[in-house]
Each structure stands twice: as structure tokens, then as C-alpha cells.
């Protein structure tokens, strides 16, 4: 399978007083016909990166090529055959659904019927409406419907979900679903890790501007040494001696022991054999349960493991 993205050491810096490096030696590969996450917290470099491929941005150092061609050499050939819809789109308000998207339409040498992709985007009833009158989620579809109506062989989607409701965030995720089943290529970036679960073949989770994991979303998880979580919190002085002392390493189906925050986490694969050992295990040590929760990991878990800390630890602006 060909690639549809390929970036090799690239590199971002922002002079200033005190420099920053937005991306430091970031390398990817996004295969044609797959829908791809790069994910991570905000500050991680995600959306400079996506930008870079965008031809919106250009990079300090290192190789870039989309669709197999390069930014700077055919840029033309390059937007003609790709949709984008950033982080934030301001589009005019006072010009109509479907006038906007016949804009929109108008830039692309080929590309789909205004008509036909409202119908996609579920807002046909919405063509004669100004945009200023839409709702969140009816602009955020608008947006896509935007990227999509020149029919592009590569579909960027930045953070494309954020701050809607859950029914308008089920919705774009149908058509994301959709577009990734026609064999188009779609690059996503989210801080929602569920979200990238549910969409994406595979994933790279980026951190300070570097990628420290990347597969699918669940080999990722099974790295973890298991697919279900116990968390649970213990009374007095007890949590931490257990932590201290490494006393719950050798359970049964348990891979990993860690503190977090407030309560313990263990790794397990098999709840039903770990459950009634841990219980057991702490009964001997004379440190009763105040709470325990049992759920399956995610890729968050993954980000844990690797970073040392959760998504939101870390609320830095997103260069």
C-alpha cells in the first residue's frame, strides 16, 4: 500500500527570546486508505505538525511529502487533491448554507455536487439558512462539508469534534466513518481518546513534539500488559506502603501496579482471577478497601504509561 503522508525528521522551531520547538524530529508514515490519529494533550505539537502538512505552515527542517509530491514544488497539484477543516472555521454569516459550499466548490478543477454533500453531512434542510443562524454542530458539519466538496483524495480533520455535544460529536463521527469507507485517507487529530478508538486503523500519540507510540489502537492497549483496569483506593497510611513496598506485583493476571493521583491502578487481563486475590491480599494486610472500580483500558492508559502523567495535566496552549 502507497503512502498517502511521509514526513521524516521534521523539525519546527519558534525564535523568539526563548525559542521553543513546537516539533522535534517527528516521524510518520500514513498509509493510503486508512484513517489515521495523531494524538495527544494540547502543547503537544499537533496541530503545527498537521498544518506543516497542510502546506499551511513551514517547517524549520526535515522532508515532507503528501500524496507523493512535496510542498513547494507542486503545491497546486497538492490542494486540488486534498480537503482540510482546521481547528477553528470562520465562515461567512450572512451568506447561505449551499452558497457557501458552491463557493467552496468553485476552487477544486473537479469535485462532488454542493447538493450531494449536504445530503452526506445530513444538511439538505439547512441549504437555504445563513450560517450566522446554524447551530455548533451544524457549522462543524458545514466545515467538513467545506473540506469535502472537492471530493479529496486526503481529508485532514483538526481536533474536528471539539466542544460539541454528544450527538452532534456522533454524527461527524458517522461521516468520518463513511468517508474512510469509500477508501479515502483521512488524517484526524484529537485529544479524545475514545474518539480515536472508535475511528482510526492507527495512531500516533505525540508528546513535546515527538511520537512515543504508535499502532493500532488496540495493540496499543495490549501493551499495556492487559486489557482491563481495577483502580481502587485504600484507607490510612496503607495506599502507600503498598506502593513503597511493591506488595501487590506478583498478583495473578496482574502486569502492572502504579499510583495515580489518588487511588492505584493495576493492569490485568483476567478481572475474575484478580479481583478475589487482590481482595484476599489486602485482607492479610490489614488495609481495607474504600473504593474499587473496575473498566477497560484505553489509550489514555497508554499515554499514562509512557508520559508519566494524564492528557489533561498538561493545558499549554497548542502552538
Known amino acids: 500500500m ?26 510518520l508514515d500514513v498509509q493510503r486508505g486508512e484513517c489515521f490519529g495523531l494524538l495527544g494533550p494540547n502543547g503537544a505539537g499537533k496541530t503545527t505538525t498537521i498544518e506543516i502538512l497542510e502546506g499551511l505552515l513551514a517547517p524549520t527542517s526535515g522532508d515532507v511529502e503528501v500524496l507523493g509530491l512535496e510542498w513547494g514544488q507542486a503545491d497546486n497539484e497538492i490542494r486540488q487533491r486534498i480537503g482540510i477543516s482546521l481547528q477553528e472555521t470562520r465562515l461567512a454569516e450572512k451568506l447561505s448554507v449551499l452558497e457557501t459550499l458552491t463557493l467552496f466548490r468553485s476552487f477544486y478543477r473537479r469535485g462532488l455536487a454542493p447538493e450531494t454533500v449536504l445530503e452526506k453531512v445530513s444538511l439538505e434542510e439547512k441549504a437555504g439558512s445563513w450560517v450566522g443562524k446554524l447551530s455548533g454542530g451544524q457549522k462543524q458539519r458545514l466545515a467538513v462539508a467545506c473540506a469535502l466538496v472537492g471530493d479529496p483524495e486526503l481529508l485532514f ?16 463521527w458517522e461521516i468520518i466513518r463513511e468517508i474512510r469507507a469509500a477508501g479515502r485517507t483521512v488524517l484526524l487529530t484529537t485529544h479524545y481518546m475514545d474518539e480515536a478508538e472508535r475511528l482510526c486503523d492507527r495512531v500516533a500519540i505525540v508528546d513535546q513534539g515527538k511520537v512515543i507510540a504508535l499502532g493500532s489502537p488496540r495493540d496499543l492497549i495490549a501493551s499495556l500488559g492487559g486489557e482491563h483496569i481495577i483502580e481502587f483506593t485504600l484507607d490510612g497510611d496503607c495506599q502507600q506502603q503498598v506502593v513503597k513496598r511493591d506488595l501487590l506485583a506478583d498478583l495473578p493476571a496482574a502486569s502492572a501496579v502504579r499510583e495515580e493521583n489518588s487511588h492505584l491502578s493495576l493492569s490485568v487481563s483476567e478481572p475474575h482471577i484478580v479481583l478475589p486475590a487482590l481482595l484476599e491480599r489486602l485482607d492479610h494486610l490489614k488495609c481495607p478497601l474504600t473504593s474499587l472500580t473496575t473498566r477497560h483500558a484505553s489509550l489514555e492508559d497508554v499515554f499514562v504509561k509512557l508520559a508519566g502523567r494524564h492528557l489533561n495535566d498538561t493545558e499549554r496552549a497548542e502552538r
Open 157 to 172: 480533520l483538526d481536533e474536528p469534534t471539539t466542544g460539541l455535544d454528544p450527538q452532534s460529536r456522533r454524527q461527524l
Open 2 to 27: 502507497s503512502l498517502a503522508i511521509r514526513c521524516i525528521n521534521l523539525v519546527k522551531r519558534y525564535e523568539g527570546r526563548s525559542p521553543v520547538d513546537a516539533v522535534r524530529g517527528l516521524n
